[in-house]
């Protein structure tokens, strides 16, 4: 029977997430004979050119990297063909014209971060956490043509715990996906698996969806109910991060603020946006229906900082009020 190490694995993707699933691979000897990530890219104010995460820790293992600018190009292709991939495995990566995904013997699987097929597309980790759910999980699922749709394999669930965000869930599915991913690639090879049909798996609530997150969607808007506002923070925390506008009440200058981590707070009702402080370590904001305490923040050319060490260097945050 066929070992998932007697695999050829050409490996894609690009961020941290990627990385833990192809070290996984690596350490444990398994035969990745190409890494796909996505071309160098200026970054910082410099604007020097950056390399991804997969193609630092590629190159430091002495894997062979391409780069493609476009997955089409014959040239790629050619070189795509030509390292005799039994398996590819795509995590974090872009969408593959068929040409690429189907090149394989035994195809390709993609590693997504949400219980397909819920929360199918680019950002499903933050629209979990936004959503107010209480568990996620990844699943390992065969391409096809269309986004995120393909025959699920394999899942893992975890809880969301109140106070998990977008950050330690990333961090948790990094490490359980780059469990799966090996599962997967053993089951693949000895063809101990059954592909399952998303569309089996529907019930009568529907898809949500985790479109791509633009800086719109992360706009606090205190008039709603405290819980959505505090899984809004959550879900963008650290990054993109959720974000409101101080407003001076007197002259009316505003300053661009990122809200990170926020907690249940008492209060009278008052105004949505409303702030009171203690000036030394308490930040609370009314919502729609309550109060939130701000306990780490960042105002446009700071950095991030905790509440108290924030109320050190901005004096009267009582004069001040969130739009």
């Known amino acids: ?95 593959l014209p068929e040409v690429v995904w189907a090149m394989p013997r035994l195809g390709t699987f993609n590693l997504h971060g949400s219980l397909l097929p819920q929360y199918r597309g680019a950002a499903p980790l933050n629209w979990a956490i936004i959503n107010g759910e209480t568990k996620t999980g990844v699943t390992t699922f065969l391409l096809d043509h269309k986004i995120d749709t393909g025959k699920i394999l394999f899942k893992k669930e975890i809880d969301i715990w109140e106070n998990d965000t977008v950050g330690s869930i990333h961090d948790s599915l990094m490490e359980i996906g780059a469990d799966l991913v090996i599962e997967t690639v053993d089951a693949l090879a000895s063809g101990n698996y059954r592909p399952v049909p998303q569309e089996e798996m529907l019930d009568e609530s529907g898809i949500k969806h985790a479109p791509k997150i633009y800086k719109e969607d992360c706009k606090i808007d205190w008039s709603e109910d405290l819980e959505t506002v505090r899984n ?27 809200v990170f981590f926020a907690v249940h707070a008492d209060g009278k009702q008052k105004a949505p946006g409303t702030i009171e402080s203690d000036g030394k370590n308490n930040i609370k904001v009314a919502c729609g229906n309550g109060w939130l305490q701000i306990t780490d923040l960042q105002i446009a050319g700071k950095k991030r900082m905790k509440a108290n060490d924030f109320l050190r260097g901005f004096q009267h945050i009582d004069q001040y009020k969130f739009d």
Do not use: C, H
């Not at 990745?32 to 193609?55: C, F, N, Q, W, Y």
């Not at 959720?242 to 407003?247: D, E, F, Q």
């Open 232 to 258: 809004l923070i959550r879900g963008l925390s650290p990054y993109p991060a959720a974000w409101s506008t101080l407003i001076n009440k007197e002259t009316g200058k505003q300053i661009s603020t990122k």
């Open 1 to 95: 029977m066929t070992q998932g190490k007697d695999l050829r694995i050409v490996f894609m993707g690009t961020p941290d997430f990627a990385v833990a699933s192809l070290q996984k691979l690596v350490e444990n000897k398994y035969n990745v004979v190409g890494v796909i990530t996505a071309p160098d890219r200026p970054a910082g104010r410099g604007k020097k050119l950056a390399e991804s995460a997969v193609k630092k820790y590629a190159l430091a293992n002495k894997l062979k990297v391409l780069q493609p600018e476009k997955l089409k190009n014959q040239e790629f292709l050619a070189e795509l063909k030509g390292l005799k991939a039994d398996l590819q495995v795509v995590v974090a990566f872009r969408m």
